[in-house]
């Protein structure tokens, strides 16, 4: 069953506005871990925040955890086109001493010019 | 910065071929993954390993093996290749049991596998 499910599936905004993705799942976790993905390629760690935490900076991505809701928002200030890619959230859920990674389907950020 | 290296980015195969995609990585992590990604589906899991020797069936296992004889190594083989099997297919690794909190996954840039 789909864990992570982000929201929207799809953003298209103009250079230098920011972005918001959403992320909502399921069950208890330990950590929730957003990814981008550029086309055509693997996926790169962007930022981890564990269950205890509310919220995290990493440059220009801020992230957002809301256990009560089980949900969690990225934002992209001050977007670039570079930035332009699949962002995907990830669950982490410890079971045992195995960590049960689960992804969402994935929001396409596209940054117009 | 840890690597992972996956042999291929595009290999096309015929149908009933025996597949090999190779993945490696070089920071002594000694867990390594297999997913493959398709639209509409996300990545979904299809074996893992925690050491050498050891392999684990992940959600979708069917029609696929893995070899992991070296730590450094992770091979997902395609017993018979079926048009179905086409997909993107992305390794990933991280260090040891309880530290995917810390690090994360490290993937691969992906192998695209078309069967014909």
């Known amino acids: 069953s789909q864990q992570g499910e982000e929201d929207p599936q799809a953003l298209s905004i103009q250079e230098g506005e920011n972005a918001t993705m959403n992320c909502s799942y399921k069950t208890s976790i330990n950590n929730l871990q957003w990814y981008r993905q550029n086309s055509g390629r693997g996926l790169v760690h962007l930022i981890l925040?564990?269950?205890?935490?509310r919220e995290k900076h990493s440059g220009r991505l801020r992230v957002t955890l809301d256990t009560s809701k089980k949900s969690s928002s990225l934002l992209i200030t001050a977007s670039r086109a570079a930035d332009t890619a699949s962002y995907f959230c990830a669950t982490d859920t410890l079971m045992n001493r195995d960590d049960k990674i689960i992804f969402g389907k994935g929001t396409r950020l596209h940054i117009l010019p | 910065d840890v690597k992972v290296t996956q042999s291929s980015r595009y290999l096309v195969k015929r149908t009933g071929e025996k597949v090999f995609l190779e993945c490696v990585q070089d920071?002594?992590?000694?867990?390594m993954f297999w997913y493959r990604q398709d639209p509409g589906l996300g990545l979904r899991l299809i074996y893992f390993s925690y050491d050498v020797k050891m392999k684990e069936k992940g959600d979708i296992p069917e029609g696929y093996s893995v070899s992991r004889e070296k730590k450094e190594r992770f091979s997902l083989i395609l017993e018979s290749a079926s048009t179905n099997q086409t997909s993107m297919y992305l390794c990933?690794?991280?260090?040891?049991?309880?530290?995917?909190?810390?690090?994360?996954?490290?993937f691969g840039s992906g192998t695209r596998l078309t069967v014909v």
């Open positions: 920071m002594d992590h000694e867990n």
């Open positions: 925040i564990r269950s205890n935490e």
């Open positions: 990933a690794s991280y260090p040891i049991a309880g530290t995917f909190t810390l690090y994360g996954y490290t």
